[in-house]
T-cell receptor, first 119, second 112 residues
Framework: GAVVSQHPSWVICKSGTSVKIECRSL??????MFWYRQFPKQSLMLMAT?????????EQGVEKDKFLINHASLTLSTLTVTSAHPEDSSFYIC???????????????FGPGTRLTVL | AQTVTQSQPEMSVQEAETVTLSCTYD???????LFWYKQPPSRQMILVIR??????QNATENRFSVNFQKAAKSFSLKISDSQLGDTAMYFC?????????FGDGTTLTVKP
């Protein structure tokens, strides 16, 4: 399989500040990257779909002005949580996907996740 | 829209025994993939097994196998010879064009 990294793995910030999370595909160029949010003992909730060079597509109910996604290259997508509040505290997971190529099975490759705590 | 249902929030099994996790899904698509993922306490999502919907043969990966019933839209996971390291949350996922819909998960505990 392929490797996806996320940075940072854990971040604590004060309410009102912004936090940027990076997602990188290390050994392949991702057609698409996805951003998920996960609360403890719950499922992954898709927040947005990110394609290189185009605007992200947000799922219903996700505030695009709060969760800014930039997909600057085929190996990097960033999620910025703007004006973070305690209710934004969660585990954020990215995944990378490539159409066809060496991975023909519609498989997503997941990053290790980022734990965000907003005080 | 796709939906994925895992009806067993928690399960437990004795070490070395066999356990089956259930998953049903609903989709109007004809081409799709189904996956089982494992999420241990580290929370890294790990692929357990995949199944292409156009293949009738059930996928197997060592101790893990699936029972794929396309007409019934059922995709259960069987874990044989359960090991302590299998303790984790397991998610069933329906995927098309890379976009996945996940079930709510089943927390599996393997007891010594």
């Amino acid at each position: 399989g392929a490797v996806v990294s996320q940075h940072p793995s854990w971040v604590i910030c004060k309410s009102g500040t912004s936090v940027k999370i990076e997602c990188r595909s290390l050994d392949f160029q991702a057609t698409t990257m996805f951003w998920y949010r996960q609360f403890p003992k719950q499922s992954l909730m898709l927040m947005a779909t990110s394609n290189e060079g185009s605007k992200a597509t947000y799922e219903q109910g996700v505030e695009k002005d709060k969760f800014l996604i930039n997909h600057a290259s085929l190996t990097l997508s960033t999620l910025t949580v703007t004006s973070a509040h305690p209710e934004d505290s969660s585990f954020y997971i990215c995944s990378a996907f490539i159409t066809g190529g060496p991975f023909p099975y519609n498989e997503q490759f997941f990053g290790p996740g980022t734990r965000l705590t907003v005080l | 829209a796709q939906t994925v249902t895992q009806s067993q929030p928690e399960m437990s099994v004795q070490e070395a025994e066999t356990v089956t996790l259930s998953c049903t899904y609903d989709t109007s698509e004809s081409n799709y993939y189904l996956f089982w993922y494992k999420q241990p306490p580290s929370r890294q999502m790990i692929l357990v097994i995949r199944q292409e919907a156009y293949k009738q043969q059930n996928a197997t990966e060592n101790r893990f196998s699936v029972n794929f019933q396309k007409a019934a839209k059922s995709f259960s996971l069987k874990i044989s010879d359960s090991q302590l390291g299998d303790t984790a949350m397991y998610f069933c996922a329906h995927t098309n064009a890379g976009k996945s819909t996940f079930g709510d998960g089943t927390t599996l505990t393997v007891k010594p």
